[in-house]
Nanobody, 118 residues
């Protein structure tokens, strides 16, 4: 089983930056695809970005060119660098871990609040 813990959320002004981190338990972190999702009030949860164990990444159109997902398999951590933040990026951000070899997944973190406001 994998446990995930996000950190790095907070209040930032429009145009600012934040870096989210998600620390994972377990010794086979590198096998899991990791992803970041977000949920704004009154909206469905949506995927923001995902990254394979080998480092291939995909992004939602709304964040392309502004957000960067990365991972450090030695530290069991995935990151989301968020630049040029907009008010519409305000949401609770969750990380998730999934692997076809683990039927108990996907696993979710508890979420971290990101608020973009002046």
């Amino acid at each position: 089983q994998v446990q995930l813990a996000e950190s790095g959320g907070g209040l930032v002004q429009p145009g600012g930056s934040l870096r989210l981190s998600c620390a994972a338990s377990g010794s086979i972190f590198r096998l899991y695809a990791m992803s970041w999702h977000r949920q704004a009030p009154g909206k469905q949860r949506e995927v923001v970005a995902d990254i394979t164990g080998g480092g291939s990444a995909n992004y939602a159109d709304s964040v392309k060119g502004r957000f960067t997902i990365s991972r450090d398999n030695a530290k069991n951590t995935v990151y989301l660098q968020m630049n040029s933040l907009k008010a519409e990026d305000t949401a609770v951000y969750y990380c998730a871990a999934d692997w076809v070899g683990d039927r108990k997944g996907p696993y979710w973190g508890q979420g971290t609040q990101v608020t973009v406001s002046s």
